[in-house]
């Protein structure tokens, strides 16, 4: 159970560090590792200060012992976080113009803001800032 815990942790970190597909949720890609990965993380990345780098690192590394399942599953969870944090990072660059036009009062960089003016759905928003928005999971 602790090591289901240090990969959500550990995924939901990577969610606020550093792709246009449709993307899975921080919490759901932790949870696949979890019901995965467990035992082979315990008994393969032991000692291993397992930031999310260093995890995929890990697993990929062992990739011949891990069980097939892990194994699977290791890399269409990695590759869904990634999409998701690349969804998050073009958000403010693909909704720029919204913001400057629905949501005045809010300052260039402010993107909690932003993302709350968005949600609240102004009318005339471009389709492709809300697709931006919906992927990056904000909705």
Known sequence: MNAIRLILSILLAAAWSS????TVKFEDAAGLLGASCA???????????LDPTRMKDCLYRNQDVLSPQCKNDYISAFD??????????????????DVAKFCPG???GDRGKAIDCLLAGPRGVSINCNKAVSEAGYR
């Open 19 to 22: 792709a246009s597909a449709e």
């Open 39 to 49: 035992k082979d993380i315990e008994a393969n990345c032991r000692g291993v200060n």
């Open 80 to 97: 869904a976080i990634q999409k998701r944090v690349a969804a998050r990072s073009a958000v403010t660059k693909l909704c720029e113009r």
């Open 106 to 108: 809010v300052q260039k």
